[in-house]
């Protein structure tokens, strides 16, 4: 089976610029509101600063196979039912002759503080998967494979999250040794890669962007593994499967 993965490397460009485009704007509407010291934080919880990557998924979706799916990303059609909570919103529903063929989440992350974020996503991430397994093994979608599950988050790339993160204070018993010394964007690149090993997610990326250079589209992966195009191709041979099935 040929995937089609022609457009990618434009289209993540694309997407990138769109991440800081959408941020800016998003931050210069609540300064000019009165509001300065939200600023920051309205550009990072604005809600639309991933739909570039959304676009690029759906298109790829497209490119390989599932012209005629339902691509959902609306807040209040991409709802799911859960197992431990009634209902979980995500950020991206593919839904094809009535199945669920994928359910991706599209995060971000930007200075200054990468600690505490870093923590809450981590936990986020891996309820919401942990609920949506469940779900799927109570047969909550019906009888059909199981859907691709996505992570996919862009984080800003500058000192503060190439620095190591803070002491780790564990009094009791040692830490794994690959998180000893390890900035916050290793630390997510290692959550990814444990997110795939140990099959909670499908696949995931990790996107490093400083807020500069991603004007122009610049990104980085830190491994082959947890790059946009590894996620591309397993996303990509998941849909093309799907629609001929």
Same mark, same amino acid.
């Given at each position: 089976?040929?995937?089609?993965?022609?457009?990618?490397?434009?289209?993540?460009?694309?997407?990138?610029?769109?991440?800081?485009?959408?941020?800016?704007?998003?931050?210069?509407? $609540?300064?000019?509101?009165?509001?300065?010291?939200?600023?920051?934080?309205?550009?990072?919880?604005?809600?639309?600063?991933?739909?570039?990557?959304?676009?690029?998924?759906?298109?790829?979706?497209?490119?390989?196979?599932?012209?005629?799916?339902?691509?959902?990303?609306?807040?209040?059609?991409?709802?799911?039912?859960?197992?431990?909570?009634?209902?979980?919103?995500?950020?991206?529903?593919?839904?094809?002759?009535?199945?669920?063929?994928?359910?991706?989440?599209?995060? &971000? $992350?930007?200075?200054?503080?990468?600690?505490?974020?870093?923590?809450?996503?981590?936990?986020?991430?891996?309820?919401?998967?942990?609920?949506?397994?469940?779900?799927?093994?109570?047969?909550?979608?019906?009888?059909?494979?199981?859907?691709?599950?996505?992570?996919?988050?862009?984080?800003?790339?500058?000192?503060?999250?190439?620095?190591?993160?803070?002491?780790?204070?564990?009094?009791?018993?040692?830490?794994?040794?690959?998180?000893?010394?390890?900035?916050?964007?290793?630390?997510?690149?290692?959550?990814?890669?444990?997110?795939?090993?140990?099959?909670?997610?499908?696949?995931?990326?990790?996107?490093?962007? &400083?807020?500069?250079?991603?004007?122009?589209?610049?990104?980085?992966?830190? &491994?082959?593994?947890?790059?946009?195009?590894?996620?591309?191709?397993?996303?990509?041979?998941?849909?093309?499967?799907?629609?001929?099935?």
């Amino acid at each position: 089976m040929s995937l089609d993965l022609s457009h990618l490397d434009e289209c993540t460009d694309a997407a990138v610029r769109r991440f800081w485009a959408t941020r800016a704007q998003a931050s210069k509407r $609540q300064q000019a509101s009165g509001n300065a010291d939200q600023g920051e934080r309205a550009g990072v919880t604005a809600g639309k600063n991933m739909d570039g990557f959304s676009t690029l998924l759906s298109e790829l979706a497209k490119a390989n196979g599932l012209t005629d799916a339902e691509v959902f990303t609306g807040r209040s059609i991409v709802t799911l039912p859960g197992y431990f909570r009634p209902t979980k919103n995500w950020d991206m529903l593919i839904v094809f002759k009535g199945k669920l063929v994928a359910a991706i989440e599209l995060k &971000s $992350q930007v200075g200054p503080s990468f600690g505490n974020n870093f923590n809450n996503r981590v936990e986020e991430a891996i309820g919401s998967a942990c609920d949506f397994l469940t779900a799927f093994r109570e047969g909550a979608f019906g009888d059909q494979p199981r859907p691709f599950l996505g992570w996919l988050i862009l984080v800003e790339d500058d000192s503060k999250s190439r620095a190591p993160g803070k002491h780790l204070n564990t009094p009791h018993f040692d830490v794994f040794p690959e998180f000893r010394n390890a900035s916050y964007l290793d630390r997510y690149e290692i959550l990814c890669r444990k997110l795939v090993l140990e099959n909670i997610y499908t696949q995931t990326a990790l996107i490093a962007s &400083s807020r500069t250079d991603g004007q122009s589209g610049k990104h980085t992966s830190l &491994s082959e593994a947890t790059s946009l195009r590894s996620f591309a191709a397993a996303f990509a041979g998941h849909v093309a499967a799907a629609a001929v099935s």
